[in-house]
């Protein structure tokens, strides 16, 4: 006989979204203000180098334009493309620029690297190992 699950137990989901990985992508959408000014203001920034800018305008070039390798049709899927390239190019330009000119233009209320890390922890529970591996190749992080 099947022992009775008492509901003060944890379970953690078989499918889906884990309750940290659900928070950590609210906090990304409210910080997407402070992104848009952290990403504008490094672009202007002339030590940081221009392969790290074009690789961050590339995606978000990506995600703004209608074209997708994923159309956007496809429930989730399609979305999520766009956010996950964006993702591993503000992650390709932390680890380029340096914490340290990141934090000098990040003005959000948030740990803004500890936000990335948990974003790109979630990614990669998301994107299979091929895929991440061609990207990882071609943003050079």
Do not use: C
Not at 35 to 63: E, F, H, T
Not at 109 to 127: A, F, I, K, N, Y
């Amino acid at each position: 006989m099947a022992e009775a699950i008492r509901p003060d137990e944890v379970i953690a989901p078989e499918k889906g979204f884990s309750l940290q990985a659900r928070q950590t992508l609210k906090d990304a959408a409210l910080m997407l203000p402070n992104l848009v000014r952290l990403l504008g203001r490094i672009l202007k920034d002339p030590r940081v180098s221009r392969r790290s800018k074009l690789v961050v305008l590339g995606a978000v070039g990506y995600a703004l334009s209608p074209i997708d390798l994923i159309p956007d049709f496809i429930p989730v899927a399609g979305q999520v493309d766009d956010i996950l390239l964006v993702v591993f190019a503000v992650n390709h330009l932390i680890h380029s620029a340096g914490e340290k000119i990141v934090l000098e233009h990040w003005d959000g209320p948030q740990d803004l690297l500890g936000m990335v890390r948990g974003l790109m922890d979630v990614v990669s529970d998301l994107v299979p190992s091929r895929i991440r591996k061609l990207v990882t190749k071609l943003t050079g992080s």
